[in-house]
Structure formats: C-alpha cells, structure tokens
C-alpha cells in the first residue's frame, strides 16, 4: 500500500509535460518530498533503473541551476564596445553600435530582468539582435524576454527546430524545448553568415556536431573576440549533449577550427566561465583529447560503460577540471557513448 503510494506520487511529478522548468519547480517545492519517493523506490527495489537515472539527472541540472540562479551577475568590458555578462547561466556578450545593441545568448529566464538592467546599464542602447550559440536553456532562457521586446533572433538552423519541440539531454536530466514562438530564431543559417555590428565584422560558423549538432562560433573583428559557446567550458568538464546531435570528435574538431581561426592575442569567450586565451583553450582541447583516448581504450578492452567508470580515467585530471555540475562520472559516461553510440540506449 505504501509502495503503491509512493510510486503513484512519483508518476504524478512526471506525468503531463516535464519540461526541466517544470521538473524544477517541483524538485524545489518539494525536494525532501522527491528525496523520500526515490529513497523508497531503491528500497522497494522497483524502477531502479530508471530511478537511478533521475537520481543522477537531478543532481547534475540541479548543481547548475543552482549555481545559476546564485551567482553574481558579473560585467566586463573588453573594449570596442564589447561586454561580457557572466554568472546568470552561458555567459553573455553584448555588441552595441551607434543605435543599438546586438547580444550573444540570453541567460537564465528566471533573471532576465536583472540582465537586461545590466545591459542596459552597460550599452545604453535597446537590444535589437539576438544570436543563439545554440538551444540549451542558460543560454536561451532570455528569448521569450527578448523576443517579445521585438530583438530579431538569430541561430543555427538546427536551434530552431530544437526549440520547437521537446529535447531530452542523456545523462544530464535535461528535458526541454517547445518554447513559444516569440523566443524562436527568426533567422537561421546552415554553415556560416556574416553580420556587421557597428565597426565589428561578426563571422557566424557552425562546424557541424560538436556540443550539440546546432552550435555557432562568432568570431568579431577587428576586436579580435571569438565567442564559441558551450564547445568550451572554462576550465571543467563539458556536457556533450548526444541527444542533440553532440559528439567528443566533433567537439574536438570544432575547438581545432577555433584554435585555426584565432591568435595568441585573441580573447576567447567561452560558454561557461571567465574569458579566455588560445592557450587555455588548447589546454582544455587537449584534456579532451586524453579522456577521450583513455576511453577509447577501455572500450577496445571490452569494458562496460560502468566499468569504464569505476576505472576512473580521468583521476589525474579531476582536481583541474572535476570542479563544475558535470562530474567525472558523468564526462565519462558521456565520452563512452559517444565513441560507442549508444545515446539512445540510455535516455
Ligand atoms: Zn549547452
């Protein structure tokens, strides 16, 4: 009775449209609720699989919206009328010309408003342009926001139909997407476009599967900025969203596009984290290199993805790259089934 109970209270938090906004709510309305209903489901020893799952789907979007929501909005200047706004999710990059401003990504949507004022506050100028790195919610929670405000939305052809429907990200707990048509891209491109703002040349590029398969890299010049999203988290561990298309190889040859296109004196604004040199992100580049060989390995030996874990190849990394929402556990976990495809397997 008491099972039944508890599971009954379960399939009600995930019944209807379990969006991550509204898984979240729910995890912080009741999360001592939620903690006693998956409690019990491992005692029972029913759904443990999937429980498992949720389990270590809630702690990785929890830790990050968490930090999200907390975290100081910061805001730089790198000259040229170039801004970057950090700790309210992706970090943010504001472009202003004579008239207006253009911005890169758009933050957590439950603060919108404070980053719009710190905009505002920085540019002086309404935002007009928006431009996606891709869909995930700390960089596009601002869209309805923006949008709405009538900024043209700009992005990758594949943004769009991702945020037209329902996602699910492996691994991470992630379930979003279907956002309303005033927070979709009005302007989309395949493989690259080019916008002027101001004095700035923007060059948009997308080099295929990488963090997700609907990425853009901005290279603005003459300040010499590249803002390349979550490609680069600065310095921990990335999501590789494998249910969007996201791949370790891919990720790889995009940071080595980047690393082409750019010099030692290039300021690197990453998705996550403080701005950037190239040298940081080779070194971030070859962390990925390593974990993904040491994997691959493991696979040729025959390993399981858990044992892959409970060999721990990434133990002499973790104390300089362990420190973010994604764990080494997870990282593993996610480089695996790249190099073995088995993403949709493990949804
Ligand atoms: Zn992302």
Redesign the pocket.
Known sequence: MRNRQFLQLLKSHFEGTPTWKHVLQQVRTSFHHIQVLLLALVITGAASHAAGQTAAGQTVIHKATEQFENSPLKTTSLGNGIFVLSGDG?DVTAIVDDGSTLLIDSGMDSRVGELSNAIFAATQRPVTRLVNT?W?F??TGGNVFFGSSGAKIIAQENVKKQLSSVQNVPFVGLTDGHYPAQALPTQTYSSNMTLRQGSQQLILANYGRA??DGDTVIYISPANVAVV??IFSNPVYP?I?LGSGGSIDGMINSIDQVLTHTDEQTRIVP?HGPVASRADLQNYRDMLVQVRRRVELLITAGKTMNEAVAAAPTKDLDARWGGGYVTPDVFTKMVFSSLTQVSSASR
């Open positions: 992706g891709h995930h700390d960089h963090h997700t999203g979550d999501i969203d998705g």
